[in-house]
């Protein structure tokens, strides 16, 4: 069927194999983007977080605002620290090496540019089994702490929710400041309740 899709890759880690694979037109604003689905065994059946093959049914646009197939490892983002926000980040690989998972793909901006680059960014594995994408390229000075306490992380903090955007008009998602309160409140753009489950906040 006639569906986007490039850049297919396989790495195996947590106990299945994962199928990376992007979707949409790598230009800026072609709503190109990462998707993720896994299988226990390599010759599939490939599967997102909700039960959905990665074949297709039918034709037609399956990227943008089509979150049905696949999880998404990120949309259109600029923290508001930055110049430019990135765009049409895909077409990856995954390297595991002992215990850490990279993924390693290239971005554009929306600057208006045809400029790319290309990033590595640290794969965590989530509570619910899936990857996660680190928000930040990777660096020497990072330190992965697994054992804070409340007390530790209490304090403002900036977030990003990666949620479908008009990619043709390069719109992106934006950073919202919260305020993680020691007593388990959340104050700030978004409210709640937070707490720490062993590595998980």
């Keep these: ?49 909700d039960g959905t093959w990665a074949v297709y049914a039918s034709g037609g646009n399956n990227y943008g605002n089509d979150l049905s197939h696949g999880e998404v490892l990120m949309q259109n983002y600029k923290w508001s620290w930055w110049t430019n926000g990135y765009t049409a980040q895909g077409h ?35 509570e619910n089994g899936w990857p996660l994408a680190a928000p930040f390229q990777k660096s020497v000075c990072d330190k992965v702490v697994t054992d804070a306490a409340m007390g530790d992380l209490a304090g403002s903090w900036s977030v990003i929710l990666h949620t479908p955007v008009d990619y043709a008009n ?18 700030g753009d978004y409210t709640g309740n937070w707490n720490v489950n062993g590595q998980y906040i």
């Design 1 to 49: 069927w006639y569906v986007s899709g490039e850049g297919p890759y396989i790495a195996y880690f947590n106990g299945y194999y994962y199928l990376f694979l992007s979707y949409g037109f790598y230009s800026p604003e072609g709503g190109y983007n990462m998707r993720v689905f896994r299988s226990k065994d390599i010759t599939g059946k490939y599967t997102d977080m």
């Design 92 to 126: 990856n690989s995954v390297l595991v090496d002992g215990d850490k998972i990279y993924l390693v793909y290239h971005v554009k901006y929306n600057d208006g540019s045809i400029q790319h680059n290309v990033e590595v960014h640290e794969l965590v594995i989530g």
């Design 170 to 187: 390069l719109q992106v998602n934006t950073d919202k400041l919260i305020t993680l309160n020691a007593d388990g409140t959340v104050a």
